[in-house]
């Protein structure tokens, strides 16, 4: 048969955030996120009901240049267990293993797990990280 060799590896989160008794609205993102401007809710267009946004980040490899991406998407959306109203947020790493060994492979996915990890991170707001950790 013939052998395989990895072109790109792969790892994805997908992480639903409750905003407590709060609908986690589109304009309740400010609230979690560093990057939404939360006056963007109270701006005489009236409040923000519904949106979704993506962004992508270039991943560097050994040498500093890209080997891949960071892909980011927050959307709202309604939990199907309990019917409550969620944010969620998906994070994809992919990128160029730097050969083709079993390590090189495995390397790379070790990186790509901490750069998702690690823009979960990034993006959410620290106070609120704060609070998650200390479980309240």
Known sequence: GADLTPTLCEVSYVDH???????????????VFRFWDPGLSHS????????????????????????????????????????????????S??????GPTTEEVVEMLDAAHEYAVGTFFELVREDLLDKWKGGA
């Open 93 to 98: 790493v992919r990128a160029r293993p730097p």
């Open 17 to 31: 955030i409750q905003l407590g008794s709060h609908p986690a609205t589109a304009g309740a993102a400010g609230t």
């Open 44 to 91: 005489r267009l009236g409040p923000l009901t519904d949106a979704s946004c993506s962004v992508r980040f270039a991943l560097p490899g050994r040498d500093g240049l890209p080997v891949g991406g960071v892909y980011v998407s927050l959307q709202p959306a309604v939990r199907t267990a309990d019917s409550v109203e969620v944010l969620v947020l998906e994070t």
